[in-house]
């Protein structure tokens, strides 16, 4: 099946700073890999995706990269805000199943 | 907005007892999940089920059941809870959008600790 690893486990990161998040998978039916962001307390909330026919996608201060070659993708979070502190997951759609990845804890240091 | 209930944010139940967590979803959807959310290991998945009264079981379904008697509520039972069993669970539902391709929701979760 599918192995999704995800990279690093915690960063921290000055207010400000960019954030970079990376995944890789193993599976080439992939087809689909969404991010999460999870708060405290909370269910994980989905910011941003990607589909295997795109290479890259922003959302005002996010953007996800896919290397389809590589079996790669990334979270980018630029101007980072305290408010953005929370553990991120990426995961890989294969078939009906979603594969994640262990979680980034992210720290803004204000 | 699709949304997806789980019944308890947080239980404390003893050692031996019967536990039922309950997962409730609005958009009649098919496909319905539960994970268990540990540190350093991610989110692993428990069971799911594609439709009433289906279940598949997930990467770790040792010690729980489940129930899908309704389309729109999903259970699952640890049938003599342990201490391993204290988690974070999340239950989750994927759809297939008719614009954007199949996209996964999740409940706010439930801590269940265990003593």
């Known amino acids: 099946g599918e192995n999704v690893e995800q990279h690093p486990s915690t960063l921290s990161v000055q207010e400000g700073d960019s954030a970079v998040i990376k995944c890789t998978y193993s599976d080439s039916a992939s087809n689909y890999f969404p991010w999460y962001k999870q708060e405290l307390g909370k269910g994980p909330q989905l910011i941003i995706d990607i589909r295997s026919n795109v290479g890259e996608k922003k959302d005002q201060r996010i953007a996800v990269t896919l290397n389809k070659t590589a079996k790669h993708f990334s979270l980018h979070i630029t101007e980072t805000q305290p408010e953005d502190s929370a553990v991120y997951f990426c995961a890989a759609l294969t078939g009906n199943q979603f594969y994640f990845g262990t979680g980034t804890s992210l720290t803004v240091i204000p | 907005d699709v949304k997806v209930t789980q019944s308890s944010r947080y239980l404390v139940k003893r050692t031996g007892e019967k536990v039922f967590l309950e997962c409730v979803q609005d958009m009649d959807h098919e496909n319905m999940f539960w994970y268990r959310q540990d540190p350093g290991l991610g989110l692993r998945l428990i069971y799911f089920s594609y439709d009433v009264k289906m279940k598949e079981k997930g990467d770790i379904p040792e010690g729980y059941s489940v129930s899908r008697e309704k389309k729109e509520r999903f259970s699952l039972i640890l049938e003599s809870a342990s201490t391993n069993q204290t988690s974070m669970y999340l239950c989750?539902?994927?759809?297939?959008?008719?614009?954007?391709?199949?996209?996964?929701?999740f409940g706010q979760g439930t801590r269940l600790t265990v003593v």
């Open positions: 989750a539902i994927t759809w297939g959008a008719p614009q954007t391709g199949t996209e996964a929701f």
